[in-house]
C-alpha cells in the first residue's frame, strides 16, 4: 500500500478524501468505503469527534483503512483527552500501521449536546505535533514510529500576512498542513504565491480541500455555519441557476481540483463530499485527466 507521505512527496498532486464518521458506522461500511475508494485517492482523512458527533474513535477506522488497502490520515484532537491518552492513541497508531496524523485543537462542541463533555486541553495542538516529533527519535523506544505529521492551517487565505500558527507547528515537527476549503481559487492562488515567497513551502506539504457541493444551500449552509469556508458568490450562483444542481456541483469540485493542482506551492487536495462518497471515483478520475 502506498501511504499518503509518499504519494505527497512523488506526485506532482495527491488527492485525499474524508469520510465522515457517524454513530451507526462500523466495520463493514469502513470496508465498503475502501473497496471505493482504494484505487482512486491516495489517502482517507477520518475527523476526530467533529461538532460533537459521537462515532467510532479515529484510531479504529483509521486501522480498519490501512487493513483494508487504504492509507488514513487520523485526525486527533486535544479537546477531549489529558495527555496520557494522547500517547496512548499515539502508541496505538504506531502497532496499527496507522502513520499519517493530523494533530489539532479540536472545536466546540455545540451548545445542545447534553450532557455537556468537559473540555481538558492538556496539551496545545501545537504541543502534541512536538510530542509525536520527539516519539519518532526516541532512543527509549523499540522502533521508531514513521509518523507523518500534520497540523490544521486556519489562517484566512484573505490575509496577507505569515501565518505565525503555521510556523509554529512547523517548528513543532508539522510535515504537512491541512487548508480549509477555500473555493476562491484567485484568493488561493494570491495567498499560496505569499507562503512560496517566504519559503514555507520548501519546510510544509500543503494540502487544499475543496467540497462537492450537491445545491445553493449546501454553499449557503458552509458559509453560514463554517466560519473558515470561502466559497464565491459566482458558485453559488452557478448552483443556484443549474437545472441539475448537484451534477452542477461535480463539475464545480472537478474544475476546483484541476485549477488547484496548477498552482505552485500545493502538494494536492482533499475532497469534502459530505455524507456521499460515490461520486469520488469519477471525479478524481476526471480531475487527472483535466490536469
Known amino acids: 500500500m502506498k501511504t499518503f507521505k509518499e ?3 512523488t506526485r506532482d498532486f495527491a488527492i485525499a478524501t474524508r469520510i465522515a464518521l457517524r454513530p451507526e458506522t462500523n466495520a463493514a461500511a469502513i470496508r465498503e468505503h475502501a473497496d471505493l475508494l482504494r484505487d482512486h485517492v491516495d489517502a482517507v482523512l477520518l475527523t476526530d469527534n467533529q461538532f460533537g458527533q459521537i462515532h467510532m474513535s479515529t484510531l479504529a477506522g483509521s486501522a480498519l483503512l490501512v487493513q483494508n488497502g487504504v492509507d488514513a490520515i487520523m485526525q486527533l484532537s486535544c479537546r477531549n483527552r489529558n495527555r496520557i491518552a494522547l500517547l496512548g492513541d499515539l502508541f496505538g497508531a504506531a ?5 499519517s496524523l493530523l494533530l489539532v485543537r479540536g472545536q466546540e462542541v455545540p451548545k445542545e449536546i447534553k450532557p455537556r463533555p468537559k473540555a481538558l486541553l492538556d496539551v496545545s495542538a501545537t504541543e502534541l ?18 509518523f507523518f505529521l500534520g497540523g490544521v492551517l486556519a489562517q484566512d ?4 500576512k505569515v501565518p505565525k500558527k503555521l510556523i509554529e507547528n ?3 515537527g508539522a510535515q504537512f498542513v491541512q487548508m480549509p476549503i477555500c473555493m476562491d481559487i484567485d484568493t488561493l492562488r494570491r495567498y499560496m504565491k505569499h507562503l512560496v515567497a517566504n519559503k514555507l513551502v520548501r519546510r510544509v ?9 450537491r445545491s445553493a444551500d449546501d454553499a449557503h449552509w458552509l458559509r453560514e455555519n463554517r466560519t473558515t469556508v470561502q466559497i464565491p458568490d459566482a458558485i453559488v450562483d452557478r ?44 471525479i478524481v478520475k476526471a480531475a487527472r485527466l483535466a490536469s
Open 239 to 282: 448552483l443556484d441557476r443549474a437545472d441539475d444542481p448537484e451534477r452542477e456541483g461535480i463539475t464545480i469540485c472537478i474544475e476546483q481540483l484541476s485549477a488547484l493542482a496548477e498552482i505552485p506551492g500545493i502538494s494536492g487536495a482533499t475532497i469534502m463530499p459530505g455524507t456521499n462518497l460515490a461520486d469520488i471515483p469519477d
Open 170 to 172: 512547523i517548528d513543532a
Open 205 to 213: 506539504s500543503v494540502m487544499a480541500a475543496t467540497a462537492i457541493l
Open 157 to 160: 487565505p484573505k490575509a496577507g
Open 95 to 99: 502497532a496499527l500501521g496507522v502513520t
Open 129 to 146: 505535533i512536538a510530542i509525536a516529533t520527539a516519539m519518532k527519535s526516541d532512543g527509549g523506544l523499540e522502533s521508531f514510529p514513521d
Open 7 to 9: 504519494s505527497v512527496r
